[in-house]
Nanobody, 124 residues
Framework: QVQLVESGGGLVQAGGSLRLSCAAS????????MGWFRQAPGKEREFVGT????????YYADSVKGRFTISRDNAKNTLYLQMNSLKPEDTAVYTC?????????????????WGQGTQVTVSS
């Protein structure tokens, strides 16, 4: 069992940056593949990025590739999402997730535990 708490969301102008954090409880954080998803109003949950258990492998949605960077610090039980060059279409609730697939996953059903989410709003 792991509990996830996101932070770092907020309001930012287009072109700006934000860094999201996801703090995990428990001593098994390093055994989980981790991911970030987002959901905009009226839209389905969308994959953003995933990272393997040791941070050695990452994968991103095409819509954020080159702008967003996912990383993790297993010593601090924390997952990060650095978001640069933000666009209004990045506005959404961002949620982190942990899954037993240690290599990570792009699929919602690849994760067992979810945080509550943090709101990111990008103004034009």
């Amino acid at each position: 069992q792991v509990q996830l708490v996101e932070s770092g969301g907020g309001l930012v102008q287009a072109g700006g940056s934000l860094r999201l954090s996801c703090a995990a409880s428990g001593r098994t954080f390093s055994s989980y593949g981790m991911g970030w998803f987002r959901q905009a109003p009226g839209k389905e949950r969308e994959f953003v990025g995933t990272i393997s258990w040791n941070g050695g492998s990452t994968y991103y949605a095409d819509s954020v590739k080159g702008r967003f960077t996912i990383s993790r610090d297993n010593a601090k039980n924390t997952l990060y999402l650095q978001m640069n060059s933000l666009k209004p279409e990045d506005t959404a609730v961002y949620t982190c997730a942990a899954g037993n697939r240690m290599g990570g996953s792009t699929r919602v059903d690849g994760y067992n535990f979810w945080g509550q989410g943090t709101q990111v709003t990008v103004s034009s």
